[in-house]
T-cell receptor, first 113, second 113 residues
């Protein structure tokens, strides 16, 4: 079955710097890769996602890149701000199981002022 | 407003006393899921349902039951709660209308003494 590994488990960056979180997946049939953000005490919420027919997707300060050959995808946050502090989860889903997500273990992102 | 609701939000109970956590969504989603979240362990799936009357075990189903008699509701049942089921529980739903984005409920914090 699919396995998703996420690194690092904790990431501390200076405010204004960039942050990168990486995930690898094992099932080459996976075709949907979302990223969720969970602020302290809140529920996880989708912030960006990418499908396997696209190599990169951007939304303002956040972007996701996908390397199908290497089976890894990354979340990039530029010009980090205090409100970016949260736990970020990556996930993967395959074409014949569109609703079922396999989750990474999460990355706690700390933005230092 | 499109949403997933859970009740109760907080619950303190004693070992062995049966309880039910309700989950309801108003988005006509086919897929619903229950997760538990413990410190350092990310989101672990308990049970999921692809549609009415269809349920499947997730990664940690022991000690839990679910049912899906109506599309909108997916209750989580703990027949005989134990202290190791103390956790934060999230219900989530997804469907074609949401392009497979999983919408999470606000969470239920359960303490079993």
């Amino acid at each position: 079955g699919e396995n998703v590994e996420q690194h690092p488990s904790t990431l501390s960056v200076q405010e204004g710097d960039s942050a990168v979180i990486k995930c690898t997946y094992s099932d080459s049939a996976s075709n949907y890769f979302p990223w969720y953000k969970q602020e302290l005490g809140k529920r996880p919420q989708l912030i960006i996602d990418i499908r396997s027919n696209v190599g990169e997707k951007k939304d303002q300060r956040i972007a996701v890149t996908l390397n199908k050959t290497a089976k890894h995808f990354s979340l990039h946050i530029t010009e980090t701000q205090p409100e970016d502090s949260a736990v970020y989860f990556c996930a993967a889903s395959r074409w014949d199981s569109n609703y079922q997500l396999i989750w990474g273990a999460g990355t706690k992102l700390i933005i230092k002022p | 407003e499109a949403q997933v609701t859970q009740n109760p939000r907080y619950l303190i109970t004693v070992t062995g006393k049966k309880l039910t956590v309700t989950c309801s969504q108003n988005m006509n989603h086919e897929y619903m899921s229950w997760y538990r979240q413990d410190p350092g362990l990310g989101l672990r799936q308990i049970y999921y349902s692809m549609n009415v009357e269809v349920t499947d075990k997730g990664d940690v189903p022991e000690g839990y039951k679910v049912s899906r008699k109506e599309k909108r509701n997916f209750p989580l049942i703990l027949e005989s709660p134990s202290p190791n089921q103390t956790s934060l529980y999230f219900c989530a739903s997804s469907g074609q209308e949401s392009s497979y984005e999983q919408y999470f409920g606000p969470g239920t914090r359960l303490t079993v003494t």
